[in-house]
């Protein structure tokens, strides 16, 4: 897979009570966030002690909200809501997706001459349930680039109790998502599309 994880929060994970829930895999054979397939977990670590999560997501854009091929059209609130309206395991809309989550930030950047769109945001369904109060969510931060007509994202999460702790770690560790250089050995997400290994 042509992606780096900032070497911060590998090695953070690997200090911690971290579970590699999802091993690195090709978007052919990855689990579905969404009952449409489009958009895929192809990485997944968790940390107990911390409540993070840190998830590596492939998939199109959603042709609803991106109407042009030409991404440096793009604004950042776009490719934001373009990865959370297809990141949902209920069968429920996009726009009912949207409206599970509150978009908090939106920003770009260019890196080696390719976009990066940054985006922050609260899910108020929260998987993870550590207490009754229903003003505990979790808080993402993430960035998405593109490729092959894919967007290719990192998010990392933690409960809103922990985000004062967290958040600037967090922070750091997705601003350093980059996407490698193709090597030989590379394969688009649409190509072997019933290839499992």
């Known amino acids: 897979?042509?992606?780096?994880?900032?070497?911060?929060?590998s090695c953070h994970?690997?200090?911690?009570?971290?579970?590699?829930?999802?091993?690195?895999?090709?978007?052919?054979?990855?689990a579905p966030l969404s009952p449409d397939a489009r958009l895929r977990i192809v990485s997944e670590r968790v940390?107990?002690?911390?409540?993070?999560?840190?998830?590596?997501?492939i998939g199109p854009p959603n042709s609803s909200i991106i109407k042009t091929t030409d991404k440096s059209k793009w604004t950042a609130r776009e490719v934001a809501d373009s990865v959370l309206s297809d990141k949902s395991a209920l069968r429920v809309t996009s726009s009912q997706r949207l409206a599970e989550s509150?978009?908090?930030?939106?920003?770009?950047?260019?890196?080696?001459?390719e976009p990066y769109w940054y985006y922050e945001y609260l899910v108020r369904k929260s998987p993870i349930k550590v207490t009754p109060d229903s003003s505990v969510f979790?808080?993402?931060?993430?960035?998405?680039?593109e490729r092959d007509g894919y967007f290719y994202s990192i998010s990392a999460s933690t409960l809103s109790p922990q985000w004062e702790k967290m958040g600037p770690f967090l922070e750091k560790s997705v601003s350093s998502f980059r996407l490698l250089k193709p090597t030989?050995?590379?394969?688009?997400p649409y190509k072997d599309p019933w290839r499992f290994w």
């Open 102 to 113: 509150s978009v908090l930030d939106t920003h770009s950047g260019e890196i080696d001459g």
């Open 138 to 145: 979790r808080h993402y931060l993430a960035s998405t680039a």
């Open 13 to 30: 994970l690997r200090n911690l009570s971290s579970n590699e829930s999802r091993k690195p895999e090709r978007y052919s054979s990855a």
């Open 1 to 9: 897979m042509p992606i780096l994880i900032s070497t911060r929060l």
């Open 184 to 188: 030989e050995n590379y394969v688009p």
């Open 47 to 57: 940390d107990i002690i911390d409540n993070l999560i840190i998830s590596v997501t």
